[in-house]
């Protein structure tokens, strides 16, 4: 826990982190860490389009009846999971492009982002970079509606401009 986060409820989960395999963790937890040093609850859970499809369409018709608010998704390759989830909830989602070995993550990129009109999916970048501002993301959607967060949103901001140097070091 951080300075920001000291005294938060720890039993308040609203952001749901679901990815396609094991194998996306390394790519995934840089969203799970965003959210702890903001101190958003969440809950990760492995839900493959492909391989879980059961576990998948119980979780998304679930995940707002279970006081989920905002869906974070990540998924490599044939990318199917945050659309299938869009599709079966309306609940924000959130599409994070895992780099694949094969085409460099442009196939999840182009997985993800390329839903027909209709069913919306918010595609971040590929990688790192997309699966921490996915958490941003749902971070400010959250913060509409809580204004303490709002303010270690803006903290978290502010450390980040801080944190640069006027000259290369
Ligand atoms: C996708 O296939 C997963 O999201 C993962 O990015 C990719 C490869 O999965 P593994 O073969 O590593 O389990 O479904």
């Known amino acids: 826990m951080s300075d920001l986060t000291a005294g938060m409820a720890a039993d308040n989960r609203p952001v749901a982190i679901i990815m396609g395999s094991q194998s996306d963790w390394e790519t995934m937890r ?14 990760c859970r492995i839900v493959s389009a492909h391989r879980t499809p059961d576990r998948m369409y119980a979780f998304a018709k679930g995940a707002r ?23 079966l909830t309306s609940l924000p989602v959130f599409g ?6 094969a085409l460099s993550g442009l196939d999840s ?37 809580d204004e ?12 980040r401009t801080a944190a640069v140097t006027e000259r290369p070091e």
């Open 30 to 43: 840089h969203a799970a860490e965003t959210l702890d040093a903001l101190g958003i609850g969440h809950e």
């Open 65 to 87: 009846a279970a006081g989920t608010r905002v869906i974070i998704a990540g998924a490599g390759g044939a990318a199917h999971l945050p659309g299938m989830v869009a599709s």
């Open 109 to 145: 990129l182009y997985s993800i982002v390329q839903m027909p009109a209709g069913i919306p999916v918010g595609t971040l970048a590929i990688g790192k970079a997309g699966a921490t501002n996915a958490a941003l993301l749902a971070a400010a959607v959250l913060a509409l509606n």
């Open 96 to 101: 994070v492009p895992v780099e694949s070995k």
């Open 148 to 159: 303490a967060l709002a303010n270690r949103l803006d903290a978290w901001r502010a450390a």
